[in-house]
C-alpha cells in the first residue's frame, strides 16, 4: 500500500512540475494558477464533482465531456484544459487535486514566497489575516503565502508555523505543558 502512496506522489509532482514548465514556456503561469485554484475551489465544494474524480472506474469520455464543459463555462486557459485531458488519457486524473496543489505550491516556490500556516481559537477577520501576513513578511523579510484555520480546540490564542519556526500561545499548548509538568512531578 505504501509503495502505491509513493508511486502517487512522486507521480503527482512529475505532473505539476510539467505543468508548471509548459506555463512558463509559454508565459501563461499566473492563468494556469488561477485556474488551478478555482479548479480546486470546485473540487472541494462541489461533492458530485469530487466523487466523479475520485472514481477510478470512470469512462473517460464522460471526464473529457465534464472538463469540456468546466472550460467553456469557466474560460479555462487552453493549455490547463488541454493537460486535464492529458491526465485523463494517461488515467491520472485521479490525482488532479494532489497534483494542482503541488503546482500551485511550485509556483509559490518560484515566486520566493514562504508557506506559513496559522490556526487560531477564535475565527479571524480578512484584516486581522492580512495584518498577521503583513507582521510575517516583514519579519522574516519574505513574501508569505498564508494558510489559516480555525480550531476551537485551542481554546484561546494562535498557533503560527513559518516554514520550521513554529510559535505556540494557544492556552491548549499552555494547560498541555502544565499537564505534563504535574505528571513529571
Same mark, same amino acid.
Given at each position: 500500500? $505504501? ?8 507521480? !503527482?509532482?512529475? #505532473? ?6 509548459? !506555463?512558463?514556456? /509559454?508565459? =501563461?503561469? $499566473?492563468?494556469?494558477? !488561477?485556474?488551478? +485554484? ?8 462541489? +461533492? ?7 472514481? @477510478? ?13 468546466? $472550460? ?22 485521479? #490525482? =488532479? ?12 516556490? &518560484?515566486?520566493?514566497?514562504?508557506? !506559513?500556516?496559522? /490556526? $487560531?481559537?477564535?475565527?479571524?477577520? @480578512?484584516?486581522?489575516?492580512? &495584518?498577521? &501576513? ?6 522574516? &523579510? ?5 494558510? #489559516? ?15 520550521? /519556526?513554529?510559535?505556540? /500561545? ?16
Amino acid at each position: 500500500m $505504501s509503495n502505491n502512496k509513493g508511486f502517487s506522489d512522486t507521480s !503527482a509532482n512529475r #505532473y505539476s512540475l510539467a505543468l508548471y514548465e509548459l !506555463a512558463s514556456e /509559454t508565459d =501563461v503561469i $499566473s492563468k494556469v494558477e !488561477a485556474n488551478s +485554484n478555482g479548479l480546486l475551489k470546485l473540487i472541494l465544494n462541489n +461533492n458530485e464533482f469530487k466523487n466523479l474524480i475520485k472514481d @477510478p472506474t470512470q469512462n473517460q469520455d464522460t471526464l473529457n465531456n465534464v472538463i469540456n464543459k468546466i $472550460s467553456k463555462n469557466f474560460n479555462l486557459e487552453i493549455l490547463f484544459k488541454n493537460f486535464l485531458n492529458f491526465l485523463v488519457l494517461k488515467r491520472r486524473f485521479f #490525482y =488532479v487535486e494532489q497534483i494542482l496543489k503541488t503546482f500551485i505550491e511550485i509556483c509559490s516556490d &518560484k515566486r520566493g514566497e514562504l508557506k !506559513a500556516k496559522i /490556526t $487560531s481559537a477564535k475565527e479571524l477577520s @480578512p484584516e486581522e489575516i492580512n &495584518k498577521i &501576513k503583513d507582521e510575517l513578511s516583514m519579519n522574516f &523579510k519574505s513574501k508569505i503565502r498564508l494558510d #489559516y484555520t480555525h480550531d476551537k480546540s485551542l481554546i484561546g490564542g494562535l498557533v503560527v508555523q513559518v516554514g520550521s /519556526t513554529m510559535i505556540d /500561545t494557544s492556552i491548549k499548548n499552555k494547560l498541555q505543558q502544565i499537564e505534563n509538568g504535574m505528571i513529571e512531578v
